[in-house]
């Protein structure tokens, strides 16, 4: 097994990752634990390539971020706390902008550039009631809940001003419709009628009642079945495909976001 020691002399501590925010970020914004640039440096040099992903799912002060954007990696960070506000966002914003001048950025020979998103996760569509049964996140109102259902059936999130079913759409013809009504099989007649021959319509809703065998052009589901029939459990590996994020869009109205996006 092969052991190494690395000495503060080689890979900073504790004291001068402290003075590296100080110089970053106002006094009142002291992070108790942060690691010194050298240190992060070293390790992503031995475990990363340049081009590589690095993630650091608790992320602090956001050194990881900082040393992995300085030496031309990607990297993913997470954080619980406010500290993506008072900490992160900041600090990568002056790493990008070449206003960090301490840590790695001579060694590294950083000059500025790049940029990254930044997501606020929504909480969890579903919850269980008191009797164990799931259902639908009360923080969430009709166009998050529309948002969230669009994101798993695979639709783009596109309601439309005029008419009421349209929530989303998978091709120009293809749309969906999602409530948390119960419908009845006079609602959904005139629906399937509304939509007509040329169009398809997935129709998302907590019940519905159908008397004929179906409508054509509607496919009905009920939520929240579907939507734990896509949840996965007790995975060890949720296999994030990071290579398909969408690409960020300004929302073209003021519509209440999913994840509170905001892009660098
Ligand atoms: C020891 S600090 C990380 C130090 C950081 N790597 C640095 O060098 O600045 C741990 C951080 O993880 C965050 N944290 C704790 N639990 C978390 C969770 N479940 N998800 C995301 N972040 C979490 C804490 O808020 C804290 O900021």
Redesign the pocket.
């Known amino acids: 097994m092969p052991e190494s020691i690395w000495f503060g002399h080689d890979v900073g501590t504790t004291r001068e990752?402290t003075g590296e925010l100080a110089t970053l970020l106002p006094q009142e914004q002291n992070?108790a634990?942060?690691?010194p640039e050298r240190l992060i440096q070293r390790i992503v040099h031995i475990a990363t390539n340049p081009g590589d992903l690095v993630l650091?799912?608790?992320?602090?002060?956001?050194?990881?971020g900082a040393v992995a954007h300085k030496m031309g990696r990607r990297w993913i960070m997470?954080?619980?706390?406010e500290?993506c506000h008072t900490h992160i966002i900041p600090r990568l914003k002056k790493v990008i902008d070449c206003e960090d001048s301490g840590g790695i950025t001579e060694a590294a020979g950083w000059k500025g550039g790049g940029g990254f998103r930044y997501y606020r996760i929504a909480p969890s569509l579903l919850q269980k009631d008191k009797w164990g049964n799931w259902i639908i996140n009360k923080e969430y109102n009709a166009p998050m809940l529309a948002a969230a259902v669009c994101k798993l059936e695979g639709f783009t999130y596109e309601p439309s001003d005029s008419v009421y079913w349209m929530h989303g759409k998978s091709t120009e013809n293809d749309f969906i419709y999602v409530t948390t009504a119960h419908l009845t099989h006079e609602q959904l007649t005139l629906l399937s009628d509304e939509v007509g021959s040329k169009r398809t319509l997935l129709v998302m809703c907590t019940a519905f009642r159908s008397r004929s065998g179906g409508f054509p052009n509607l496919t009905i589901k009920k939520i929240p079945n579907t939507v734990l029939a896509k949840c996965e459990w007790g995975h060890d590996d949720y296999s994030l495909q990071i290579e398909n994020l969408p690409i960020a869009e300004k929302p073209q109205k003021k519509q209440p976001l999913l994840f509170d996006g905001e892009a660098e």
């Open positions: 990752a992070f634990t942060p690691k650091d799912s608790f992320a602090g002060s956001g050194t990881t997470v954080e619980l706390g500290h």
